[in-house]
């Protein structure tokens, strides 16, 4: 089983954005952290950073092709994005939405998510083991 992982805008920046926030892990460590845990798993993983919602969105629908699951991280895009949103319920790929840091324990605006309605499921609060949390019930629910 293949499995997308798509990080969204700003996650590049990981290792010195906000780090009281979003700790000192990079994007790099995340993604290997991800290589290893998919071949203890199984599981062949796909991670892929990008800044724009279009780009997204295309990566989103080409994911149908291949891929058996999706775990997305939609950062900022989580709380505004009717288009990813729309996206992720038309390729009907199993899908988990990640947060690093505990949305619901941050400012307003954070606790709404256009995501949440069409995802499996959504795991935040855990840091890097968000991701791995994720990549498990990827893993479970994939086909
Ligand atoms: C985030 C939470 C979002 O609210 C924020 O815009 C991000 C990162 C997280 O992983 O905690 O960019 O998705």
Redo the contacts with the bound molecule.
């Keep these: 089983m293949k499995i997308m992982v798509l990080h969204g805008p700003?996650?590049n920046l990981l290792g010195t954005r906000e780090p009281e926030v979003y700790g000192s892990t990079t994007l790099a460590d995340i993604d290997a952290m991800l290589q290893e845990e998919g071949k203890r798993l199984g599981v062949e993983v796909r991670a892929l950073q990008l800044n724009s919602e279009g780009a997204l969105v295309t990566a989103i629908q080409e994911a149908a092709a291949w891929a058996g699951a999706l775990i997305i991280?939609p950062?900022?895009y989580?709380?505004t994005s009717v288009a990813l949103r729309d996206a992720i319920a038309a390729v009907a790929l199993p899908t988990i939405e990640v947060?690093?840091?505990n949305?619901f324990a941050r400012e307003e605006f954070?606790h709404h998510s256009y995501i949440t309605p069409v995802a499996a499921g959504l795991i935040c609060g855990f840091g890097i083991d968000s991701y791995r949390l994720a990549l498990i019930a990827a893993t479970r629910m994939g086909t």
């Design positions: 700003n996650l991280n950062a900022a989580t709380h947060h690093l840091s949305v954070r």
